[in-house]
């Protein structure tokens, strides 16, 4: 079978784009799967030093595993309130 430099060129160039389609293709499985699985209601956000976590029980209020300050589960954890959180 004789094969030219073009069609050569573009076999190399179609299987290429379908390794990158595969790939791609798993990445997107796997991104899935491993996604997160916590919801925004759960998830605490420190006033004093903006870290963000999750306690190991479902409570309303715990201690910023960082800095030790109360914090306190909002409704809405994207607007933090402009009430400053009582700091020991
Ligand atoms: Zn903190």
Redesign the pocket.
């Known amino acids: 079978m004789e094969m030219s430099f073009t069609d050569f060129f573009f076999a190399l160039l179609s299987l290429s784009l379908l390794y990158i389609a595969w790939l791609w293709a798993r990445e997107l499985r796997r991104g899935k799967k491993n996604s997160w699985q916590i919801s925004r209601s759960q998830l605490f956000h420190?006033n004093?030093?903006h870290?963000a976590f999750v306690p190991k029980e479902p409570v309303s209020l715990c201690r910023?595993p960082?800095?030790n300050?109360v914090c306190i589960r909002r409704r809405n954890n994207l607007s933090p309130a402009p009430e400053s959180v009582e700091k020991k």
């Open positions: 420190c004093n030093c870290w910023c960082r800095c300050t």
